[in-house]
């Protein structure tokens, strides 16, 4: 996980280039990325980088848009020109429930000239305020239209015969069954975690306090029905409480997307770092390309010895089971209590892990 709401903010500064391009010509080029939305005008916001400056930063999200030529058009101008200017084929996700090893899978996947993979668009966060409120006010096509505009621009590739993936924010699970069922061609491999495994991360990140769980629930769930529909009081709970309602609430939408199985295909993290040279295979297989075995292996390896997240620092893999083992002496009674409560609250985690995935083929299955 990034951070839980990413969109383009209305007040943030950005730098206008010299010879602003048409909607056609930003449109055509895909270095032109379809990067943030703001809700309130329904305006698309455009950053022209290269395939460098996307593989430079984690998550695009904390890209410094002083540096790049930026430009916003109306959605509805957007989708006037769209059709006639733009491919229709399926798009490709990777969706997560936060602290699963979403990034390190997105960069072993990458492969030049066949594979880029987004990471973190903001414009695919934010998004269940926005679909929330068309909803309710009765607006599901303008809904569908600006999904539509999204869909399509996100997933142009860089490069003939080549695919763009995306790696949305845990926060984009609101949305995506809206994306993957605009086109049938659509697919999504969906990494997951279980619960204790999910508390771990938790634990890792302590100093934080209640905040980045707070937020991510009320990113996921912007009305509070989930938390009022099991008579929650949020406010009341502990950090690690709260963690629990967002896996909850992350696997009931999980379940929400059974019917997609034709589309999605899953696999726990800790299968995938036990054959993470089998996953990248079956995943570039699953997204409908192929690399050669040894340009794979060796982007496998280069990617499991350094930080997912700080790509310039060298990651030992034994370390994550040392930080695993760690949190589970320090937290572990906090972590015991804590699943206790939300079996009392949600019933047993187990169960709920496998309602939530098995409509989804295994991808090493």
Known sequence: MHSTDDSFVTARPYRVPEMPPSLDEVIEQPDWICFGLDRDRLLLHFARMDEAAIEAMVFLGQLNLHSFASIDFPVEEVLERLPAATHAEGSRFILHTAFCCSTLLARCVDYPGKARTLRELPVLSGLAPLRLKLLTEGKPELWNSIVLAIDRLASRPFALGSVTLNK??????????????????????????????????????????????????????????????????????????????????????????????????????????????????????????????????????????????????????????????????????????????????????????????????????
């Open 168 to 365: 949305p924010s845990n926060v984009f699970l609101p949305a995506a069954r809206d994306f993957l069922g605009r086109n049938s061609e659509s697919r999504a491999l969906v990494i997951h975690s279980d619960l204790p495994g999910f508390l771990v991360s938790c634990a890792k990140k302590q100093s934080a306090g209640v905040d980045p769980w707070l937020a991510m629930l009320v990113a996921l769930d912007p009305d509070g029905s989930y938390a009022a529909g099991h008579s929650l009081d949020v406010a009341r709970l502990a950090p690690m409480e709260i963690a629990c309602v967002v896996w909850n609430l992350e696997m009931q939408l999980l379940r929400g997307m059974e019917g997609l199985s034709a589309q999605v295909t899953g696999i726990d993290a800790p299968a995938f770092l036990a054959a993470p040279l089998e996953t990248v295979h079956r995943a570039q297989a699953w997204f409908g390309y192929d690399v050669p075995e040894a340009g794979r292996a060796a982007t496998v390896d280069r990617e499991l010895r350094r930080h997912a997240k700080q790509p310039d620092a060298a990651f030992d893999p034994a370390r994550r089971e040392s930080e695993k083992c760690l949190a589970e002496r320090l937290f572990g009674a906090e972590m015991e209590k804590t699943l206790k409560w939300n079996r009392r609250r949600f019933g047993d985690w187990r169960e709920v892990c496998r309602s939530a995935v098995e409509s989804f083929p295994p991808l090493l299955g």
